[in-house]
C-alpha cells in the first residue's frame, strides 16, 4: 500500500529532522536557496494569474504547484525545519543539539532568503523592462501587497501585530501538515494530492508565510511600494517567522510525536474493574 498509517511517518519525520541537522552547510544552503526560489517563482505566479483572471481563488488553487515541486527535489523551506529539526533534539538523537539546531534553521534562513531576493529581482526586471518604465499592471499589485501587508498592520498597532502572529501561526500550521502529508505517501501522486489542499488552505486564507513574504516585500520594495525595509522587517518577516516557529512545532511537530511516536503501540491495558481481580489478558 502507498499509505503510512501515523506512527510510522512520525518515524520519519524525526528522521527526517535529524538528517537535516548533519547536512553539510554547502548542502543546507543550496538546497534552502533553490526553495526559496522555486516558492518565490510559485508566489508571483500565483499573484499573475490572480491579476489576469481577477480571480484569488484561481491563484490559490495553482501556487501549491511550486510547493509540491520544491518538495519533491529535496529542498527545504523553513517552514518546514522549524517543525521537523527539533524532533530529532526532542527524540534525543545523538550528535543533536539546540546549538545545532539552531545552525540549521539560521543556514536554511539565508538560503531561502537569497532564493526569493533573487526571484524578486528577476520579476522587478521583468515588469519594468530593466527598470526602464513604470511597473506594469502585475507589477503594481506586487507594490500594494507589500504596503497593506505591512503599513497596514502598523496601522492596528498592538492589535495588528497580535494578527499578524496569529496569521504566521495559522501558516505554518498547514504549510506544515502538507510537509507531514507529503510523507503519508510513498507514491508521487499521493504525494502532491496530499501537499495540495493544506497549501490551498494557507494560500487563498492570506495567511503570513515567512519565505514567500521574502519575496512579496523586497520585490513591492523595488516597485515602488509605499513602505520601508524597517517597517517590512517589524512589521512583517520579524514576527511572521515567530508565529511560522509556534505554528508549525505547536500544532503539527509536537502534537504528532507526543501522541505518535511517545506513545507505546504495545503499553499494557489496565486490568478491567468487571474482572473482579482475574488475571485479564494483555498486549506483549
Not at 23 to 51: C, E, K, N, P, W
Not at 133 to 151: F, H, M, N, W, Y
Not at 181 to 208: C, D, N, Q, R
Request: proline content about 5%.
Amino acid at each position: 500500500m502507498s499509505y503510512l498509517n501515523p506512527p510510522e511517518f512520525v518515524g520519519k519525520m524525526v528522521d527526517a529532522g535529524e538528517s537535516k541537522v548533519f547536512m553539510s552547510t554547502r548542502d543546507t544552503v543550496i538546497r534552502a536557496y533553490m526553495a526559496g526560489a522555486i516558492l518565490a517563482l510559485a508566489a508571483a505566479f500565483a499573484v499573475t494569474v490572480t491579476v489576469q483572471t481577477g480571480q484569488p481563488l484561481v491563484g490559490a488553487l495553482l501556487f501549491p504547484v511550486g510547493f509540491c515541486m520544491l518538495y519533491l527535489l529535496g529542498f527545504d523551506l523553513l517552514t518546514g525545519v522549524f517543525t521537523l529539526v527539533p524532533l530529532a533534539w526532542i527524540d534525543r538523537r545523538p550528535g543533536v543539539t539546540l546549538r545545532t539546531v539552531l545552525r540549521n534553521w539560521g543556514l536554511v534562513f539565508v538560503g531561502n532568503f537569497a532564493g526569493a531576493l533573487t526571484v524578486a529581482l528577476m520579476m522587478a526586471v521583468i515588469v519594468t523592462f530593466g527598470f526602464s518604465v513604470e511597473p506594469d499592471e502585475i507589477g503594481q499589485k506586487l507594490g500594494e501587497i507589500g504596503a497593506s501587508r505591512t503599513v497596514g498592520y502598523a496601522d492596528h498597532g498592538a492589535a495588528g501585530l497580535l494578527t499578524l502572529f496569529i496569521r504566521g501561526v495559522l501558516c505554518n500550521w498547514m504549510v506544515s501538515t502538507g510537509v507531514v502529508a507529503a510523507m503519508m505517501s510513498t507514491s508521487v501522486s499521493g504525494k502532491v494530492i496530499a501537499m495540495w489542499m493544506p497549501i490551498l488552505v494557507f494560500f487563498y486564507m492570506g495567511f503570513e508565510h515567512s519565505v514567500v513574504n521574502m519575496f512579496l516585500f523586497p520585490s513591492g520594495l523595488m516597485l515602488g511600494g509605499d513602505f520601508s525595509v524597517a517597517d517590512y522587517l517589524l512589521w512583517n518577516e520579524i514576527p511572521t517567522v515567530v508565529g511560522n516557529l509556534v505554528g508549525g512545532l505547536t500544532f503539527v511537530g509536537l502534537t504528532l510525536y507526543a501522541t505518535h511516536a511517545r506513545t507505546g503501540a504495545g503499553r499494557k491495558r489496565p486490568v478491567p474493574e468487571e474482572n473482579f481481580g482475574l488475571p485479564a489478558k494483555v498486549d506483549a
